[in-house]
């Protein structure tokens, strides 16, 4: 028999314009062929245009020895025609009827992507809209567990549970996929008019580190670490339990035979990686040592929220059972909505997210040169014990995180949608509000942006610089805020609202403001001065705000402020793993060698400044705890050579720092004084070759800023860098800078990477 991976069945779409690969399993060792037929909407094209249509594409392949093959797909053009995808060996034959292509999206994430189109304003579009026959969706098991499966595995699947293809026209069926992924599809659909694809993977009360790969908890101790302080933790040996207890309690039956019904599944699952066999012992992953970590940044006292055990938030288990199984699957990009299980941990959701489009990009083909991937503000909700500002920081790292995110990145604003629930007191929705219309508009309008359309914008606005004016601030905005109509405010209102200022005594007021000339807003309170700083929309509960874009998008809530901004809080950037990020020693035993300094890095910062006038001191975490940024303060930059850095000696984590499998550094860092500044990269390998990168420019910009280097463009050793520094001019003579994080990526792990544990 012939069986391809679940994705392939009839009404699906395939994503136009990029070469893909078909793939399942077939008797081992023989020969199948592929064969896609194009077939005309009507005879008259198929007449005038015959050479178009009929057998368009032939490809062979031969089985493995387990029976594995992938044929590849070619680039196909986007059509409302349909196609015939036939796959055949010596004895069997599958057909795959009324193929489309199109664009396809993955939706992804929990409630709010979850939530139905039955029980949202979505149920309106059903009975207006039309060509719904080209909107097709892939729809998963909402908890991805079938009856074949019934338990979680802790392996990646090659199979989703039950899963179909179903086309926009199939009402009776349509009510229950996502309605913000549905919005979204028929937005794009009126805009783009090509087919469109859905894949709707999202699951409700799932935490993200469900949706990571367990490779990934595993290698990062700061992530594992925090799942198991939530108690959310399951190692293999005790991964089905609570299933296999509550079986015996609810049903009477022995535990054997519970363990039966939940044990760990392990299907086929060589169509999930290339070159992986299945059931074959994996090789094991190269293991760096790692130093040892103190515990997460997210405190016992900081995570108020609820903690209840559910066997789909075990590490890996919506990646296994809903990601997986579409490995290698061509996308034009990623919907998530998510971070309601998570929303009292943003430092830990900030370095989940990264980790999470990283598999993104390794488990599809991206249809551009780059994955998009769109996600959305939360809505406000009253959480349990949550802070009245607390949203408003989870917010605001999600805002940071469209910056700092190595993917094409569009964000989405909600917080004007009203809060309106479903009224059935039967099904409790509290954190699923029924506008989910508008959510995928704006998010088909972010998409469009993102493809290349002109004149659409790519994210949500935002401020980008502060400048003061007698006792007033004036708040600049990025250009697709203001182009094609300006800065503006919803019909019928004339009020300026959501605005707060404050003075010396840190006491927030509401402020006066007013829109200039569509492009800037100025802000004001005729009792205060000299103002020290302003928010925007700033809390949890944050509606009464009314600031649009011209593209019609909520301006995100912001905060700014003169001093250490607040604008951005401060991320993580010295703790590490495998090298990916800076560290200094929190201890040094008495009987380790003794080096020149004096003063250890757990009271003196890694950072130094080498020549010039300048000094580092710590940015102090606020509201959450979380790691100190570095403030090098300077005078004289103009005239005199500026120079700093890390010590690369026994101060350092892993001296002499290792460079080799990494391809890129990433600074990401704050300017607060408002001036253009320039950066040089300096870079010294062990037998004294020096490296010197091309200036760049950090700019004038109130956004966190993330500088870029090649490193596989450095002409010395990568292996033994023995000096790291950059050299600093500023016009300005005297200012500062803020150091968020230094952060190596691109790891290969084939390269060659001996790592020594100095008494750790």
């Not at 990646?156 to 926009?168: M, S, T, V």
């Not at 061509?330 to 990264?354: I, M, Q």
């Not at 500023?730 to 803020?738: N, V």
Request: charged share 25%.
């Amino acid at each position: 028999m012939i069986k391809l991976a679940t994705v392939f069945r009839d009404g699906m779409v395939l994503q136009q314009g990029v070469v893909s690969r078909l793939y399942g399993f077939a008797p081992e060792e023989s020969k199948v062929h592929l064969s896609i037929e194009r077939q005309a909407l009507d005879e008259a094209s198929a007449l005038e245009n015959a050479s178009r249509y009929g057998i368009i594409y032939e490809e062979d392949d031969v089985t493995e020895r387990d029976g594995y093959f992938q044929i590849k797909l070619p680039a196909l053009e986007a059509s409302f025609d349909k196609y015939i995808i036939k796959v055949s060996s010596t004895e069997y034959e599958i057909i795959l009827q009324d193929v489309l292509v199109g664009e396809v999206w993955l939706a992804a994430g929990q409630d709010n992507m979850a939530q139905t189109v039955r029980e949202s304003d979505v149920d309106q579009l059903l009975d207006k809209a039309i060509n719904l026959e080209n909107i097709r969706f892939f729809q998963m098991n909402e908890n991805g567990l079938s009856a074949s499966t019934p338990s979680y595995s802790p392996y990646p699947l090659g199979e989703a549970a039950d899963a179909f293809w179903l086309r926009g026209n199939q009402v009776h069926l349509v009510k229950d996929v996502s309605a913000a992924a549905f919005s979204f599809a028929w937005h794009l659909s009126q805009s783009i008019n090509v087919p469109i694809g859905i894949i709707n993977a999202a699951c409700p009360g799932t935490h993200i580190h469900s949706w990571l790969p367990r490779e990934v908890l595993e290698k990062d101790p700061i992530l594992k670490s925090h799942v198991r302080e939530l108690k959310l933790y399951r190692d293999d040996d005790t991964w089905n339990l609570e299933s296999i207890e509550r079986t015996v309690k609810e049903e009477g039956l022995s535990e054997e035979e519970a363990f039966a019904r939940h044990r760990s599944v392990r299907p086929q699952t060589a169509a999930l990686l290339d070159g992986r066999q299945p059931d074959a012992v994996e090789s094991s992953s190269t293991l760096i040592p790692r130093p040892q970590v103190r515990r997460t940044m997210v405190h016992k006292r900081t995570v108020p929220l609820l903690r209840v055990f559910d066997p789909k938030n075990q590490p890996g288990a919506m990646f296994n059972h809903k990601l997986s199984p579409l490995v290698g699957m061509a996308l034009r990009g990623v919907l998530w909505l998510h971070g309601e299980s998570d929303v009292d941990s943003p430092d830990f959701y900030s370095r989940a997210l990264e980790e999470l489009v990283a598999s993104f990009k390794e488990l599809f083909i991206p249809a551009d040169e780059s994955l998009h991937f769109i996600y959305a503000h939360l809505q406000s909700y009253l959480y349990r014990d949550l802070g009245p500002y607390d949203l408003a920081v989870f917010n605001e790292m999600l805002t940071r995180c469209h910056h700092c995110l190595d993917v094409s990145c569009g964000l989405v604003t909600q917080y004007d949608l009203p809060l309106d629930y479903q009224k059935d007191e039967s099904v409790c929705l509290a954190l699923t509000p029924w506008a989910k219309l508008q959510l995928g508009a704006r998010m088909a309008l972010i998409a469009r942006g993102l493809c290349g359309e002109e004149g659409v914008s790519t994210s949500a606005p935002e401020p980008v610089s502060l400048e003061q004016v007698g006792n007033k601030w004036m708040i600049n905005f990025t250009d697709s805020a203001v182009q094609g109509g300006g800065l503006r405010l919803p019909a019928g209102e004339t009020e300026l609202k959501g605005f707060s200022i404050c003075g010396e005594n840190r006491v927030f007021i509401p402020a006066q403001a007013r829109i200039l000339y569509g492009v800037r807003v100025l802000v004001w309170h005729d009792e205060i001065d000299n103002p020290e700083s302003l928010t925007y929309a700033f809390d949890n509960f944050n509606s009464h705000a009314n600031l649009y874009g011209s593209n019609g998008l909520p301006v995100v809530p912001f905060r700014l402020d003169l001093g250490e901004s607040l604008f951005l809080k401060p991320t993580p950037w010295a703790d590490m793993d495998q090298l990916e990020q800076m560290i200094w020693k929190k201890s040094i035993d008495d009987d380790e060698p003794r080096v020149k300094k004096t003063d250890w890095p757990d009271k003196e910062n890694l950072w130094q400044v080498w020549r010039g006038r300048g000094k580092f001191s710590f940015l102090e975490a606020r509201d959450i705890d979380s790691w100190k940024g570095l403030c090098l303060e300077y005078r004289n930059a103009d005239d005199r050579i500026l120079e700093f850095g890390p010590y690369l000696d026994y101060e350092s984590a892993y001296p002499p720092l290792n460079l080799e499998p990494f391809s890129r550094m990433n600074l990401i860092l704050k300017n607060p004084d408002h001036r253009d500044k320039r950066l040089i990269l300096r870079i010294e390998d062990a037998n004294g070759v020096k490296y010197e990168a091309s200036p760049q420019i950090i700019k004038d910009d109130f956004r966190d800023q993330n500088l870029l280097w090649r490193l596989d463009e450095i002409t010395v050793n990568r292996a033994q860098i023995v000096r790291l520094s950059f050299q600093l001019s500023d016009r300005g003579g005297t200012g500062a800078i803020h150091f968020h994080r230094i952060r190596f990526s691109g790891f290969d792990p084939s390269v060659e990477f001996a790592l020594h544990d100095y008494g750790r």
